[in-house]
């Protein structure tokens, strides 16, 4: 298959070019580098050196002859560029990474808030209509997030809802409830695509992602020019990554309020193989079919203690510190999201273990001094004023 | 009070800044003109001669000298713009017109699609965080449509939704199905101030309007030029004028589709009355209160049945034509709508009437040759290839 990955400088973006290219796929990419370059402004860098797009894209191709991925920088707020690339390659499948992906940096203030919206709402519109013009027929993988659904007080089902009302009934978008300017703009993504499919018959995929771990892939590990991103900030940071950081640094794990709040995981891998069953499995014409990605629920203290516990074999001293939490959310509630979809397609999941933890920390002792302290306390509060 | 009106030149914002100003209030206008530039793009005019701004509240404030209107041209995607007027005048109240409203001009192609949603969503963005940064007690009354809820298979309450699921229960904002870009922004636009007013504290009314006929108040008939604009075009001409004028130069009345679709529509006083009732009852701080705002619901057969009873009184021959619906909307379909909120708060609606049919085509009859007969039929497509 013709596949075109938007985003594929990203985290999981070239992980994912290189898993399709070696699987046989005509891969092509696009990046327009904003994450590079937010990066840059706010004097972040991911852990690991990373190689520029240009020079693994080259190694890839240099050590995979057969296999090349063609890689195009442009910008989806392009729509000149989408349209001609669009055009010209009429991939069967686009997936599409390509946004702004950070909360905290979407509630900085308003520039980061319209920066967000505007490139994730604008560019993903510009590629709706270029596959309305120029293939109808391609199968739109749309990454989403977890986070769109807040924290209900019902069961999360994946994308729909049967709801009963004064003895009607109907079949609705599963409520959303998101907690940042990033959330959001996936919600209007949503929104804009369930009704592209619906008026436009386009075949869309929305995939509603937890927070991914790990940077290792059969592909990643080959060259260390194929490694993919590891953050540990306050902007691009997740929590995993910054845990065993601390672990590893002998600092506090810094959980943020009680830690009762609760969030969905999986690992690297099973993105790469959730994004090839949804390839092998595409809606169909004029469908928005919705999967939730994630294979396990932990609340962030249950992931403290987990690394804490795997530190403990290795012989670290493990402290855990509460921070006042900068983000708006519940402190304790339900959650109970569903995640069939994908393990009816045969998903195996890879569950987050102590070998993991341990060999993750153990990485990132090797290359402490690389390590900006400066970078990792939370400075965005979602209830800041005045910005 | 101090009232700002963004959107002060459109068909609902000047009579809305004359009404407040005449009830005392002290008028701030601010407008981008972006509608009438799109009728200029298009080679579109309102029936009757309407004022520019400048000249009409000119005139309005020479005859109120002591209930002047002051009018600032500028744009809400003019972040500095808006900033600026907001701290100036640190408003107690701002009514929120200025969008881009026409659902067949969201869907002519890409450009006005992402137009409509940039001008909408960024535009209203920069408002909040403006409202945020200078005067966070200020009251948003924001227009919505109804059109956000699409055409459920249940009663459609005013904004929220207690749902029950696996034998649990929550509160959620009214599921969505807008049939439009321009639809989709308003949708968009509720879910990022529902979180605004959710982590910021802020006061926003959510106004949920149904379609507004008529162009008299007491204020708009004082005065020749003060006069508000009536369409009958594709972009911007609603089904009640559109059948009006028809009735009233002998053509057929044209039902896009069967006719059994049904909307909520309003006298243009009623919308003048509901804002000036959510004024008097303002959101609390942190609440995003939505109300649904229309007090009548027809099928366009019956409405076009109604326009052709009361031209039958006047003696005109009235013949109906089915068109091949340009829009995506269900031909059939359910529809129960609540409006109870501004009942409750004491409305007297003010329900359409042969006497106000006659005495709109008796006014278009007047007026007849500056009818642009070219302009009438739709050319907007929603399943339109290609564009």
Known sequence: MKILIIGADGYLGWPTAMR??????????????????IELENGIKPLFKIETMHNRTKEWNKTNPK????????????????????????PDAIIHYGEQPSAPY????????????????????????????????????????MGVYGTPNIDIEEGYLRIKHKNRSDLIQFPVKPHSYYH?????????????????GLRVTDL???VVYGTETKETILNDKFKTSFHYDHLFGTVINRFCLQAAIGKPL?????????????????????????????????????????????????????IKKASQKINLKINIKHLKNPRHEMAKHYYKPSNKSFLKLGLKPKLLSDEFLISEIKKIEKIKSNIDLDTIDPTV???????
């Open 20 to 37: 399709l290219s070696s699987k046989g796929h005509k891969v092509y990419g696009v990046d327009n580098f904003s994450k590079r370059k």
């Open 67 to 90: 296999k090349k991925i063609e890689f195009h920088y442009g910008d989806l707020l392009n729509h000149r560029f989408i349209y001609q690339l669009v055009s010209k390659i009429k």
């Open 106 to 145: 979407s509630m900085v203030g308003r520039e980061q808030a319209v920066f967000t919206q505007h490139n994730n709402v604008i560019g993903n519109l510009n590629l709706i209509f270029a596959i309305k013009k120029y293939c109808p027929s391609t199968h739109l993988i749309k990454l989403g997030t």
């Open 184 to 200: 959001l703009s996936k919600a209007h993504d949503s929104l804009n695509l369930s009704f592209a499919s619906r008026v436009w």
């Open 208 to 210: 509603n992602q937890g």
């Open 254 to 306: 810094t959980i943020y309020g009680k830690g009762a709040q609760v969030r969905t995981f999986l690992n690297i891998e099973d993105t790469l193989n959730c994004i090839q069953l949804a390839i092998k499995n595409p809606a169909k014409r004029g469908e928005f079919k919705v999967r939730n990605q994630f294979t396990e629920i932990f609340s962030i203290e249950q992931l403290a203690k987990k």
């Open 381 to 387: 509060k979602w209830d800041q004023k005045g910005k």
